[in-house]
């Protein structure tokens, strides 16, 4: 992309010269350093999940109230307000069950 | 310096607790000290190194602890692979072949070039330089069967761990890295698993029946100018080329072609064959050697008896059909012979040697020679049964033997490479045999349970042989089959309980073959053959259960037991390790028959799959206020017919919207002013696109001529301005060339047994008419969306479980009446009206409650204005007057008899 030298405004190429549109200056064509902003491609795919979407959880014992099962996901979230102590979730592994302990 | 004291008990104690330790530590010291007793010296010494470490260990506030462990979850597909050695199974263009993964992938990323993605190389294969054919690997489908599918990625890396050697208990091998993944079954349904989980007794498929590869067809005669170089040997067809003018490749000078074409030499050269250049006994060999039985029979032979010099070829045997075959080949090959017997060796022997330097030639490279290299050659696996039968029976005639005590038919070689190309032959007409390798010598045995099927598809030429291997096919009618610890069925879940169950047959018969998850294919077999009789007997029908049987039974693969999983070294530090990407279920098939997984692609966003859906009280006050745009509104579109993972990509891809930007690289030169789009082939691929499916929606809505030449597109904008060439770039990447335009994104989740899309952006009516959508179980998260589409019930029904699961989701348990109240009042009306004052507070007749809830004055000034009457009908206003409510005690109202 160049500029004229006379009155600053952008060269376009027209019939193979560099020519300003408003005051008429034409140039030569030069080495030709195109300017060319190239965008790749977005590569895309859909993702396919297989395994439960709890699986990355962390477990722990716990005993849920539906099936028995003595093993459950766990999480920590802070419900309350800041001064208060976190609410845990557990989500059964078997039967997928999600209760909350506070105290 | 103190005197020497015997260090007692109460010493101990006293010295450790006179230590400023946790007391846990002194305890822990005291325990140890009295079991040890040491003397004096001892014992300052130990309690000097106990408070050293002690104090080493402590921390100071602020001082840095541990490692916080962190697991990349996008690992794409590093550290699961092959090396480079290892044989894989592929068609190339020209049938089945067995090559090398390494060398493959090597000369495919040099073919195709690689991209670095995550420290491997990756490439997309095109089409190969033979037949245009692209590469294709026999994979393992979801319902056991082997079909052809196309590779779609290879990739290399090099690998710096061990790698891992399983053994099964047929005699295969396999090795690839501890991540490298293969698959079991469990539960009928076939998955991956990672090779580092895989333990002995585990089993893992491999292949016994390999159906013919797509190409195969195209191999019905050997093309001998592959083996035999036309710069080396003359080529009738090439002199025919060079009278005609065309271009040719001879061995010999411009002089002696001159020569050749006057026909002024001492040998003819016939178009269709092939002659050594000094040519003195008229020797010729077909250029297009015809892949027949005889031809099959003789290249059997050569392995199994056969040697070589450079002037013939030899092949030793006493039997005198034998030799006539031999005879018989050199015979139709217009080929001269001599005989001798010869006496060395432990036998007296007979040699039938053929005269021919091309033969020879063609041989050594292709079969190779001396007993340890020689091999099976690479056409053989392409080649049709005919003749690969009949080059098993050669070879067996020659080196095999019929054990009627064993009840096998063994060969043993000391070519590795021999035996394994026999084994994999063998698979190609569905018979598996079993390996078993010591130091120098491979030994090969098919059991007599497959006697049958060998007399059927090769069969002896030898007399004894043929009548041995008569006596055991009737042994093996007569006898039943003993057990076979090698062909077993396995993974198949309860399903054999269940169908004995459903047709009275008692369940102890299947019940250890349940507990084991394993069964031998004959024993499947007798049920399923048991559970047809007792269906007839009972007069119902069950032809679902015996399908699933059937499939069982003549699945093309065998589940073999691990027996042994060995470490091993890696070949050499950072050498490559290679993987393929298939198409499908994702497995290939390595040259000994074991089929093996691949998970890279699964892996490569596992991070980033999980669609942000709002929870909690932002999403129950969304739903309560009849929002008309959620913030995440979430299309669950279910699939019709069959769900397997290729059809939700096919509908996951018709869908999703996809644009240029995705297809391809954008590249706008600003001062020709010109926008070139170079197209990714294998994007194309991938979302079933063909050019013109592409360039059609471009010209309809750009209204700009696209030139296209090849994969580019180049456009340019109507007006010359650079104005206008920008607005034509953002005009390009706004058309919808497939897919539906709301919805970016769509990510598939395997829920339970069939695969279910998700997606970011919401379009009902759009993707109820998209083929492969379920139109009665597909839903969006919108209320207002599901009103528009299914009526005001479905958007009650949405509302409800919206609700429901966000409380659910949260652990809180609400009883559904509640909702089922709020969901009520929201859409008695027919349509979905918010709880707050646009909606159902706003609609109440009181202006009491009206004014109460929300915008107070104004109600109040605009009942005024109006005159408007509060009947003080409801709760609020009867509290805010201080009356009794309406309900209860207030649900009476006194009048005075009169």
Known sequence: MEFCPECGSML????????CRRCGFAKERGEGRSVISVEQRADKTIAVLEGGSDAGMPTTRARCDECGNDTAYWWLRQLRSADESETRFFRCTKCGKTWREYD | MSAFVTVTAKIIEERVNALSLPPKIKDLLIAELLDAMPDEEQLDTIIARVMDGYVNAGIEPCEPVGVVAAQSIGEPGTQMSLPADEGVLVDLGSGMEVVKIGTLVDDLIEQFGGTEVNGSEVCMPGATERNGAVLRVPSLNGSGKIVWKRVLECSRHRNDGKLLELTTRSGRKIRATPHHSYVIRENGIIKPIAGSKLQQGDRIPVARNIPESPTAQTCTALDLSEYLPKDEYWFGSELEKAACGDPYTVPVACVQLENHLNGDVSFELEEGFVYPVQNHGNARIPEFAPLDSLFGWFIGAYLAEGSTAPNYTAISNMDCCYQELVREFAGSWNLTFNEYDNFRGFAPGHDIRINSTLLQRFLVTVCGKGSHNKKVPDFAYGAPDEFIGSLLRGYFDGDGNVSTERKVIRISSCSHELIDGIALLLGRLGILATKNSSDREHLLSIPFRYAQLFREKVG????????????????????????DAIDMVAGFGTVLED????????????????????????ALQRFRDRCAIAADEKGVEIPAELAKLDAMIDEDVIWDEIVSIKHLDAPGEGEYVYDF??????????SEGVVTHNTMRTFHYAGVAEINVTLGLPRLIEI????????????????TGGSSKKRAQEVAWSIQRTTIADLGEIATDRVNLTITVEIDERAMYERNLTLPDIIEPLEAKLKVPI??????LALRPKEDTLGSLVQLGRNLKKVLIKGIENIPRVVIQKDGSEYVLYTEGTALDGVLDIEGVDPTRTISNHPGEMCEVFGIEAARNSIMNEIMSTLREQGLEVNVKHIMLA?????????????????????????LARAAFEVTVNHLIDAGMRGEVDELDGVTENVIVGQPIRLGTGDVNLIVKS
Request: with cysteine.
């Open chain 1, 12 to 19: 376009v190429l027209k019939d193979g010269a560099l020519t």
């Open chain 2, 707 to 712: 030139d296209v030449s090849g994969y580019t």
């Open chain 2, 823 to 847: 969901s009520d009042m929201m859409t008695c009306d027919g349509e979905v009206k918010q709880i707050g004052r646009h909606g159902l507070s706003g609609e109440k007749a009181s202006i």
């Open chain 2, 624 to 639: 309560l206020d009849a929002r008309k745009n959620p913030s995440t509104p979430v299309m669950t579109v279910y699939l």
């Open chain 2, 581 to 590: 990407s298939v198409d499908g279920l994702e497995t290939f098939i390595t």
């Open chain 2, 460 to 483: 002896f030429g030898l007399q004894k042989k043929m009548a041995a291997l008569d006596t055991l096919c009737t042994l093996s009618e007569e006898q039943g089959k003993p057990y």
């Open chain 2, 499 to 522: 169908i004995a169950t459903g047709l009275g047959i008692p369940m102890r018969i299947v019940h250890s073959a349940t507990l084991r998850q394993y069964i031998g294919r004959r």
